[in-house]
Nanobody, 124 residues
Framework: QVQLVESEGGLVQEGGSLRLSCAAS????????MGWFRQAPGKEREFVAA????????YYADSVKGRFTISRDNAKNTLYLQMNSLKPEDTAVYYC?????????????????WGQGTQVTVSS
C-alpha cells in the first residue's frame, strides 16, 4: 500500500510562486512514475504534469508549460511541483498521484494511488 501526502497549498497573488510537495510512503517510490493533477470547482480533474521514475521523461499540459516544473527526489520519496507566474485560472485543488508503471501517464485512469489534495488559490 502506498500513501501520498501533499504539502499545504495556499493563497497566492497573481504572478506569484508556490511549491507543492508530495511525500510517499513505501520503498518502491523510485520505480514508479508520478504525476500532478488539479480540479477546479465544477470541472473535471485535469492532468498537469508527469515525471518518469528516473526523471528522464517529463511532460506538461500546455496550460502550465513554461511556468510549472515537476521534479522528484527519490532518496527522499518526494515529488515536487514548482509553480511560477501563477494565474487565477490555476486556482484548484491539486493532487499528486502514483502510477505503478515506470512510464509517463497522462490520464486519471492510469494512476493507482492519489493524495488527499491541497487547495491552491490565486487572487487577481
Amino acid at each position: 500500500q502506498v500513501q501520498l501526502v501533499e504539502s499545504e497549498g495556499g493563497l497566492v497573488q497573481e504572478g506569484g510562486s508556490l511549491r507543492l510537495s508530495c511525500a510517499a510512503s513505501g520503498r518502491t517510490f523510485s520505480t514508479y512514475a508520478m504525476g500532478w493533477f488539479r480540479q477546479a470547482p465544477g470541472k473535471e480533474r485535469e492532468f498537469v504534469a508527469a515525471i518518469s521514475w528516473s526523471a528522464g521523461n517529463i511532460y506538461y499540459a500546455d496550460s502550465v508549460k513554461g511556468r510549472f516544473t515537476i521534479s522528484r527526489d527519490n532518496a527522499k520519496n518526494t515529488l515536487y511541483l514548482q509553480m511560477n507566474s501563477l494565474k487565477p485560472e490555476d486556482t484548484a485543488v491539486y493532487y499528486c498521484a502514483l502510477r505503478k508503471n515506470s512510464g509517463l501517464g497522462y490520464f486519471r485512469g492510469e494512476y493507482d494511488y492519489w493524495g488527499q489534495g491541497t487547495q491552491v488559490t490565486v487572487s487577481s
